[in-house]
């Protein structure tokens, strides 16, 4: 079964060094209960759990990083038993990795 959740061969980094632009995401609140915690993660999925979605944009924004000139389109489809908090929480992510780089990029324009 291992792989059988995977859409892409490649990583992101990868498939970005490779000159993918447009990324396709489902994603789904992943909860795991073990004795003593429950553990609630924001992880991508395709039939089968993935990632978690953090580590997904952190590559996204390592790469926007490296190259500043470069766009990227994320497309987020099929929230999977995610609640208003999750697609809150979601935002927050995107929001803090994405202002972290435009806050990079202003900066390296006023020099």
Known sequence: MWGWGRNQEVSIKSQL???????DFRIGKFQLTVPTQTIT????????????IKGQLQ???DFLDDNT???VI?????FYGMTD?????LIGMFLNRML???????CIFKL
């Open 100 to 106: 972290i780089f435009m806050i990079t990029t202003i």
């Open 69 to 71: 000139e470069e766009v």
């Open 74 to 78: 994320l497309y987020f489809q099929s």
């Open 17 to 23: 060094k490779r000159g993918i632009r447009f990324l």
């Open 85 to 89: 908090s999750y697609h809150t929480k």
């Open 41 to 52: 993660q924001i992880r991508t999925l395709h039939g089968l759990w993935g990632p978690e």
């Open 59 to 61: 590559e996204v924004n």
